[in-house]
């Protein structure tokens, strides 16, 4: 079991920066693949970064290549997410996951263990 929580959220103009945390407690943190997904309302959670253990790979969609950085220490068992020119349709639940392995599966569902998620709301 990992447990995860979200921090770091809230309102901020177009253009601005963010950056989300997650602090796991549980199990090993380091063994795991953590992926930020968000979900905003009406639409389908998706994947907007992932990060192998190690932290050596990453992954991004071409939505957010370029503008988001994740990352994250082991040592304080924490992953972060980064988030700059923030647009509008950036505005959603931000959540962060974990998982035991790491592919191409991009799915929520491929995910074990979640955070209680972050509201991040980006104005125009």
């Known amino acids: 079991q990992v447990q995860l929580e979200e921090s770091g959220g809230g309102l901020v103009q177009a253009g601005a920066s963010l950056r989300l945390s997650c602090a796991a407690s549980?199990?090993?943190?380091?063994?795991?693949?953590m992926g930020w997904f968000r979900q905003a309302p009406g639409k389908e959670r998706t994947l907007v970064a992932a990060?192998?253990?190690?932290?050596?790979?990453?992954y991004y969609p071409d939505s957010v290549k370029g503008r988001f950085t994740i990352s994250r220490d082991n040592a304080k068992n924490t992953v972060y997410l980064q988030m700059n020119s923030l647009r509008p349709e950036d505005t959603a639940v931000y959540y962060c996951a974990a998982r035991t392995y790491w592919g191409s599966n991009y799915s929520p569902t491929s995910y074990d263990y979640w955070g209680q998620g972050a509201q991040v709301t980006v104005s125009s």
């Open positions: 990060i192998s253990w190690s932290g050596a790979t990453t």
């Open positions: 549980g199990r090993t943190f380091s063994s795991y693949t």
